[in-house]
């Protein structure tokens, strides 16, 4: 039906178009054909959100009539409920902090390295020759494997949960560092050096705004990875963070506050991924792939 | 390097360049063999040739992109050994910076200061209202505008140009011939263009310089008068002449040594060179 609707509008549009271009002469009964096309419009903003509303309404309506026991689901109004609680005792804002602190923690660590690393591998063949095979090697080892020896090695403190993000999000950052900076186009190099550029000059105007889009996709890879680490080390072992309040909640069987975790981890992984494109909108505005993107949305 | 100064004294014309038994060979491959030019100061000369016959290897040598295998170019007596300030290239395609807008491209390699110098430059290429444009936004035409403008704006005293409108349209070839030879007339550098279409070096150049095989086979001064047509009768007639040349070379007289692969390797193309 979304679909039908969607090959309709235009076809009306064009047709609106036509017919206001002939009221220029008519000047009639253009007052009902806005309010036609303004409904038209909020119709169209409202329908994506149909199947989601009725969903939870079902769900309220299973759970109040007994039908979902709360030990499997609690009810929406529950959850919202608990989050408010929350968020009112302060406790949330706490253990959101803690979590958002670790995971930021870790990637800049991490992608600090990885970022670096990748500049100087990109640029300097000495040191792609040095390091890039080990680093290959290394990346082929999954960051959770490494959980044993890393509790053997920190404990089961902060700094073990910081080394498991770091490590998690160096290799998307390295290896998309690296190839930015190899497949910047030669020719704009030479055209620039051509043109009397100094060394520190080529790198800061033509090869690192080159790379600049390859290492943005490094950096949405590993927000999508550091969320994921951060949720595991934390449902490890954590005396705080969201990790901890859903653990928690879970001894004490309180489902409302395990899924108030769960919706704020969802949460905080759409923040970083709104942040990462934003960056993107920003620092590619140059690029026409980039700004039909912006206008579409 | 140093920033060159954004202001030119006057008077100061193109250099007078020299190539002195100029070769250059890829491996075994001789791509330009004992060339020996003087250009003198402000002509504009167009190197005519066969893809592949050499004449945007002796551009890129000129620039000092590429080491000469033997002998050496030279700009007013002095010894060219890499890039240099004097010359500035524009390239086939117009290597536009796309995260830069289009002033800044044209500012590229210069200080802030060069701001105005720049945007009267790019009044000159007749943009100077896209100067805030992202590259992505212009057309072909205008993009090699822009490059040609990022070229004036350094003052070059040897502008190289290699086979920068090979890619427009008739159209837009025919306004950038007009284009550049009224920015020669102005600014008097020594212009050196490559191209393959005979038209283009009848319509820009005091001298026509013929590259086959590495070596430089013909050396026609054009003395029609400027702004030349390309409807004239004489136009047309030495038009035809030097495109006769060019053609006719192949069959004519071409008798590789038998021993000489890439001579042998040039013949089997000769059917499917374009022009």
Sequence with gaps: ?297 | MKVQSTERPQGERGVRLQARDVGKRYGERQVLADTRITIEPGEFIVIVGRSGCGKSTLLRLVAGLEQASHGAFYTDGRLIDGLHDDTRMMFQEARLLPWRRVLDNVLLGLPAEARERGLQVLAQVGLADRANDWPARLSGGQRQRVALARALVHFPRLLLLDEPLGALDALTRIEMHRLIESLWERHRFTALLVTHDVQEAVALADRVILIEDGRIALDERIKLPRPRSQGDAEFAAIEKRILDRVLGKPEAQALPAANDPLLEDARLQGLRWAL
């Design chain 1, 1 to 297: 039906m979304g679909s039908i609707g969607a090959v309709r509008e235009p076809s009306r549009e064009i047709f609106g178009r036509g017919d206001r271009s002939a009221a220029a002469i008519g000047q009639r009964g253009q007052g009902a054909r806005l309010a036609r096309r303004l409904l038209l419009a909020a119709g169209r903003g409202l329908l994506p959100w149909l199947l989601p509303v009725a969903l939870i309404a079902a769900w309220q309506l299973a759970s109040s009539l007994g039908w979902l026991s709360s030990r499997v689901l609690p009810a929406p109004v529950d959850v919202v409920r608990a989050a408010w609680r929350l968020t009112a005792s302060g406790e949330l804002w706490v253990h959101v902090k803690i979590s958002a602190g670790r995971a930021l923690g870790g990637l800049a660590i991490g992608g600090g390295f990885g970022l670096a690393l990748g500049l100087l591998t990109g640029s300097v063949r000495a040191f792609e020759t040095l390091l890039d095979s080990t680093i290959q090697m290394v990346r082929n080892i999954p960051a959770l494997a490494l959980i044993p020896l890393v509790i053997l090695w920190f404990g089961i403190d902060e700094s073990a949960k910081l080394f498991l993000i770091a490590v998690s999000v160096f290799f998307p950052i390295y290896l998309n560092t690296f190839h930015g900076i190899r497949n910047v186009d030669p020719q704009l190099i030479e055209m620039g050096r051509s043109y009397g550029l100094s060394r520190w000059q080529l790198y800061a105007q033509v090869i690192l705004p080159g790379a600049m889009s390859s290492i943005l996709v490094g950096l949405r890879f590993s927000l999508g990875l550091m969320w994921v680490i951060l949720i595991v080390a934390e449902t490890i072992s954590a005396q705080s963070g969201i990790g901890y309040l859903t653990m928690n909640a879970r001894e004490f069987l309180q489902t409302d506050v395990v899924l108030v975790g769960i919706l704020l981890y969802a949460l905080l992984g759409k923040l970083a991924d709104l942040f990462a494109r934003a960056l993107e909108t920003w620092w590619l505005r140059w690029h026409p792939g980039y700004q039909a993107r912006t206008k579409a949305a």
